[in-house]
């Protein structure tokens, strides 16, 4: 069945992660994205390794059920082409620092009057007002200035980022959310509307919590590694081979988990007898915890922690989770043919809709694999075309051509 954006046309102009995120998104959701690509490099993340038979990871990952189009955005016939797509557009998408799209011509008010009813994206580094709107910021860059490296971690080790891009993803979550709320609105009105994301914006509301504990407190928050900040015991606890990650956050859980590891009296014990007295004496707690579970295999307490309702998990490498039973049965990876990659697989969007399915139907394009069906479908005759290739305005599949 049609993706619930069936029919949305979206123009990309991002690059790297956090805009070809965003656009993988709609597109999963059935929207058809024209991805917006340099000449000869394409996106930065084509670049990124590891790679897989040649192709950057990074950019396999996120794009996806996308058609490409290289198009030399400096040349005023390459921004002339953008503007008959936008005519007939719904949306478009760009992540470019501040105030560069407008310089290219391509921002907000001036593609709204060649399309009133055009939802125009902007995803940012730190949004589009504040000293730090000028600067250029990645994900990392981004988790610094937010406070989420300052607070990840343990005590007296050395600063580490999430090594996740959470930001970029978390910022295209963002920025799809609006578009699709965008789209809502001028269903119901036909007007268009400019929607704006930022990577600093995403990673203050992350903190959340942090920052009001802070303004109740006026304490700085602390590192917790795996733990939490109001909870114990909670955390990664050491078996007698691996790590264990347990998580207490009542009084009822843990005399649960007394009763398994025969601990009974800790339940009254003055150090544990409350969430609040078990922080206080979180360190002791853990302590006493690991001599005791260090006498049996993680799998083991594991399975007595599960029949007793104890919230509880191994710590898995990412080769544990992409073999897991659990990823497979909950058909977290697709197949899709691929020119270059056999048995080629990529993990869906994390929900299902029942009637209209979010769907990978189609491997990541090849660098413009698409230029000539594009402008063919926008009207463009056989000597336009050969006239944008002759002036370097625009390129073919280079692969395909071979």
């Not at 610094?144 to 007296?156: H, K, L, P, V």
């Not at 965008?182 to 007007?191: N, V």
């Amino acid at each position: 069945m049609p993706g619930p954006l069936s029919g949305v046309t979206v123009i990309d102009v991002t690059t790297n992660i956090s805009g070809p995120t965003l656009t993988m998104i709609l597109a999963d959701l059935g929207a058809d994205i024209i991805k917006i690509e340099r000449p000869d490099i394409g996106d930065d993340s084509r670049g990124m390794g590891p790679f897989w038979e040649g192709e950057g990871v990074y950019f396999l990952q996120i794009n996806r059920n996308k058609q490409s189009i290289v198009i030399d955005l400096k040349q005023e016939s390459g921004r002339q082409i953008v503007y008959d797509m936008v005519k007939t557009a719904d949306v478009f998408v760009e992540n470019f620092r501040y105030q560069k799209a407008e310089k290219m011509g391509l921002g907000y008010e001036q593609l709204k009057k060649i399309n009133s009813a055009l939802i125009y994206c902007s995803l940012s580094a730190y949004g589009q007002e504040g000293p730090l709107r000028d600067r250029p910021g990645y994900d990392a860059i981004a988790q610094a200035d937010a406070g989420i490296i300052g607070i990840n971690g343990t005590e007296g080790s050395e600063l580490a980022r999430v090594p996740v891009s959470v930001l970029d993803q978390g910022s295209a979550m963002w920025g799809a959310i609006g578009i699709i709320s965008a789209l809502f609105h001028k269903e119901k009105t036909g007007e268009g509307q400019l929607v704006t994301t930022s990577l600093y914006e995403t990673g203050v509301f992350w903190v959340g919590y942090h920052m009001l504990s802070w303004l109740a407190t006026g304490k700085e928050p602390v590192k917790n590694g795996s733990g939490h900040t109001a909870f114990s015991p909670y955390g990664a606890f050491l078996a007698s081979d691996t790590h264990i990650m347990i998580g207490i956050s009542n009084n009822s859980l843990f005399a649960k988990l007394c009763k398994v590891l025969k601990k009974e009296d800790w339940v009254n014990d003055p150090r544990y007898i409350s969430n609040p007295k078990r922080v206080e004496n979180k360190e002791e707690l853990k302590s006493e915890m690991e001599k005791i579970l260090n006498t049996k295999p993680a799998n083991e307490w594991i399975e007595l922690f599960v029949r007793a309702g104890i919230p509880s998990s191994k710590v898995k490498t990412v080769s544990e989770v992409v073999q897991d039973e659990q990823t497979q049965l909950n058909n977290m990876w697709q197949e899709l043919p691929h020119s270059r990659i056999q048995n080629f697989k990529l993990p869906r969007l994390p929900f299902e809709l029942s009637s209209s399915p979010a769907e990978v139907k189609q491997a990541p394009p090849a660098l413009g694999e698409h230029t000539s069906n594009i402008l063919k479908k926008l009207g463009y005759p056989p000597e336009k075309i050969e006239e944008l290739v002759n002036s370097n305005t625009i390129q073919f599949d280079t692969i395909k051509m071979k």
